[in-house]
T-cell receptor, first 119, second 115 residues
Framework: AQTVTQSQPEMSVQEAETVTLSCTYD???????LFWYKQPPSRQMILVIR??????QNATENRFSVNFQKAAKSFSLKISDSQLGDAAMYFC????????????????FGKGTHLIIQP | DTGVSQNPRHKITKRGQNVTFRCDPI?????LYWYRQTLGQGPEFLTY????????KSRLLSDRFSAERPKGSFSTLEIQRTEQGDSAMYLC?????????????FGEGSRLTVL
């Protein structure tokens, strides 16, 4: 079974600064997806950024970028120019590329990192 | 808007009562998932449907829990004889097979409080 570990329960950053959230995972598979999801208080979980394991290039979405290290099984999220609206819980998640049972078609989540933006 | 709606948003019930939650994805979402999220934790997989077929159930889904997706569209999650340990946020997510993105689209969740 796959596991996802987020070792930072809470992070704080000044507005306009850069912050990096850490995520490591464990898998025996070679093809998979990795995601960062954002969950604002009392609101829907939304996708921030996605990475396919077969792609060597790190994904980027505007102010959000990842550092994907496949051999190290590490997938960190960098948020540049932090804004007050970035305050939320951030979840790292893993999904198998091929459905293989045992809930593997769904997402396996880490415990999350609570990101606080200081004005 | 992710196209996935859930109701009720919040349910308060007494221990021993039955509750039912509903999830409505958009028509293109042939895959539907239920997750449970407790305070300070990430969502945990409960069950998964492809169209109307329930293909996977987590061991977290005890006999008191039942999920259905009768016509491959909306889904219901029923909890019978609720216990205080059932208090959690129940999240519905959906996706389209073959989309190539792997992304799941989430509803806003149904928060259950068992007194």
């Amino acid at each position: 079974a796959q596991t996802v570990t987020q070792s930072q329960p809470e992070m704080s950053v000044q507005e306009a600064e850069t912050v990096t959230l850490s995520c490591t995972y464990d898998t025996s598979e070679s093809d998979y997806y990795l995601f960062w999801y954002k969950q604002p208080p009392s609101r829907q979980m939304i996708l921030v950024i996605r990475q396919e394991a077969y792609k060597q290039q790190n994904a980027t979405e505007n102010r959000f970028s990842v550092n994907f290290q496949k051999a190290a099984k590490s997938f960190s999220l960098k948020i540049s120019d932090s804004q007050l609206g970035d305050a939320a819980m951030y979840f790292c998640a893993y999904r198998s590329f091929m459905y293989s049972g045992g809930g593997a078609d769904g997402l396996t989540f880490g415990k999350g990192t609570h990101l606080i933006i200081q004005p | 808007d992710t196209g996935v709606s859930q109701n009720p948003r919040h349910k308060i019930t007494k221990r021993g009562q039955n509750v039912t939650f509903r999830c409505d994805p958009i028509s293109e979402h042939n895959r539907l998932y239920w997750y449970r999220q407790t305070l300070g934790q990430g969502p945990e997989f409960l069950t998964y449907f492809q169209n109307e077929a329930q293909l996977e159930k987590s061991r977290l889904l005890s006999d008191r829990f039942s999920a259905e997706r009768p016509k491959g569209s909306f889904s219901t999650l029923e909890i019978q004889r609720t216990e205080q340990g059932d208090s959690a946020m129940y999240l519905c997510a959906a996706s389209t097979s073959g989309s190539g993105t792997g992304e799941l689209f989430f509803g806003e969740g149904s928060r259950l409080t068992v007194l």
